[in-house]
């Protein structure tokens, strides 16, 4: 499913986030960057140990990164060129649905930053931080649309879902909020 807004293509796509090439994937990561399980755990066993490796130095030169926020790093043996790892919130902490779209946005703006021309999400926080998916799909498309109609060097944001049921919410969101 592709939609134009501005000069901008948001796609929404069933896959592995670890097998498409992009500028930039997303990692839906923790505060300390330790990539150990779901998006974060299969995106560190593709790409190599050195993803893990420059994550663990962001962490040592400039902290945590808070909910909301994001890192960059190179993508290893990734198809992509980076990963940008977003901090989405977990439920329960207060302030879910602003930080969710903070770290949809500083990804994007991420990315521009990086002159970078592709980008590719998955639902972050609905995995282990339990966000429930139609919450999610509802925010980071808000959030892509908004910024897409804006001026941005970016081509294509995609959405990489990895089952059907979250796909199916992806879509018939998007369709939502097209009218």
Same mark, same amino acid.
């Given at each position: 499913?592709?939609?134009?807004?501005?000069?901008?293509?948001?796609?929404?796509?069933?896959?592995?986030?670890?097998?498409?090439?992009?500028?930039?994937?997303?990692?839906?990561?923790?505060?300390?960057?330790?990539?150990?399980?779901?998006?974060?755990?299969? =995106? &560190?066993?593709? @790409?190599?140990?050195? +993803?893990?490796?420059?994550?663990? *130095?962001?962490? !040592?030169?400039?902290? =945590? &990164?808070?909910? @909301?926020?994001?890192? +960059?790093?190179?993508?290893?043996? *990734?198809?992509? !060129?980076?990963?940008?790892?977003?901090?989405?919130?977990?439920?329960?902490?207060?302030?879910?649905?602003?930080?969710?779209?903070?770290?949809?946005?500083?990804?994007?703006?991420?990315?521009?930053?990086?002159?970078?021309?592709?980008?590719?999400?998955?639902?972050?926080?609905?995995?282990?931080?339990?966000?429930?998916?139609?919450?999610?799909?509802?925010?980071?498309?808000?959030?892509?649309?908004?910024?897409?109609?804006?001026?941005?060097?970016?081509?294509?944001?995609?959405?990489?879902?990895?089952?059907?049921?979250?796909?199916?919410?992806?879509?018939?969101?998007?369709?939502?909020?097209?009218?």
């Amino acid at each position: 499913m592709n939609s134009v807004f501005g000069k901008t293509t948001i796609e929404i796509i069933k896959g592995d986030i670890t097998e498409q090439k992009a500028d930039a994937i997303v990692n839906a990561a923790n505060s300390h960057l330790a990539h150990g399980g779901g998006v974060a755990g299969a =995106i &560190v066993r593709r @790409g190599g140990r050195i +993803i893990q490796d420059e994550s663990n *130095l962001w962490i !040592k030169s400039r902290g =945590i &990164v808070p909910a @909301g926020s994001c890192a +960059i790093t190179s993508a290893g043996t *990734l198809p992509a !060129k980076y990963v940008i790892h977003a901090v989405g919130p977990r439920m329960g902490e207060g302030d879910e649905d602003k930080k969710l779209k903070q770290a949809t946005e500083n990804a994007l703006q991420t990315a521009d930053k990086h002159h970078l021309k592709s980008i590719i999400f998955p639902a972050i926080s609905t995995g282990i931080f339990g966000y429930p998916v139609d919450r999610c799909a509802a925010i980071m498309l808000s959030c892509a649309v908004e910024y897409a109609e804006k001026e941005t060097g970016l081509e294509k944001i995609i959405f990489c879902l990895y089952d059907d049921t979250t796909l199916n919410i992806f879509k018939q969101t998007l369709d939502d909020i097209i009218g």
